[in-house]
C-alpha cells in the first residue's frame, strides 16, 4: 500500500505506523542548529522588488540596511552596523519574473572573488557586498519592472 496524503492527513501502512498523524503546519527547527564544517555560520535572506529602470521599489531581509542599484545591472547590498560578518561563503540569487514577461536576467552572481572579506568592513561592523545581474549574453542587465531578486547568503559570524 502506497502512503497518500488526504486532508493533510498522512496514511501510513496497514500497520498503523503514522496513522492519521497531521502533516499539516510541521515545525521542521532543528533547534537552531546548521551542520557544517564552518564556525558560527549564518544564513541571510532577502529579497528586491524591481521598479522601472531597474531601481530598487522595495526589499526585505533580515539584516539587510538598504540596497540600492549602483548601474546597470548592478546592486549594493549593505548590512546592518551591529552585524558582526568577518567572511562571504557563498551568495546566490535567483531572479522571478514579473505578472507579465520575463525578468530578462539569466544569472545573478556576486561582484566580489570567492570567499571575500565583506567589502567596507568598518570598526561600526556591518559590510557590503554587490550583485549583478547579467542576461543571457552574459552582459550587465536590469531586471524587468516588476522583477523580484531572491537572495541567499552564507556567512561566518566567527573571527576564526
Known amino acids: 500500500m502506497r502512503p497518500r496524503v488526504c486532508n493533510q492527513t498522512f496514511y501510513g501502512h496497514k500497520s498503523g505506523i503514522n496513522e492519521g498523524k497531521s502533516i499539516a503546519n510541521r515545525n521542521w527547527s532543528n533547534g537552531g542548529k546548521i551542520y557544517t564544517m564552518h564556525t558560527s555560520p549564518v544564513i541571510v535572506t532577502g529579497s528586491i522588488t524591481v521598479g522601472a529602470t531597474g531601481a530598487v521599489a522595495s526589499f526585505t531581509g533580515s539584516v539587510v540596511q538598504s540596497i540600492t542599484r549602483t548601474s546597470t545591472g548592478l546592486y549594493q547590498i549593505t548590512l546592518q552596523p551591529n552585524t558582526n560578518f568577518s567572511?562571504?561563503?557563498?551568495?546566490?540569487?535567483?531572479?522571478?519574473?514579473?505578472?507579465?514577461?520575463?525578468?530578462?536576467?539569466?544569472?545573478?552572481?556576486?561582484?566580489?572573488?570567492?570567499?571575500?572579506?565583506?567589502?567596507?568592513?568598518?570598526?561600526?561592523?556591518?559590510?557590503?557586498?554587490?550583485?549583478?545581474c547579467l542576461d543571457a549574453a552574459g552582459a550587465l542587465v536590469d531586471p524587468a519592472t516588476g522583477s523580484v531578486i531572491t537572495i541567499l547568503m552564507f556567512l561566518s559570524n566567527s573571527s576564526v
Do not use: D
Not at 525578468?103 to 561592523?125: H, W
Open 87 to 132: 567572511k562571504l561563503y557563498h551568495l546566490s540569487g535567483a531572479a522571478q519574473s514579473p505578472v507579465s514577461g520575463l525578468s530578462g536576467v539569466l544569472a545573478i552572481e556576486c561582484q566580489n572573488a570567492p570567499q571575500p572579506a565583506l567589502a567596507s568592513y568598518t570598526a561600526i561592523r556591518g559590510g557590503q557586498v554587490s550583485i549583478k
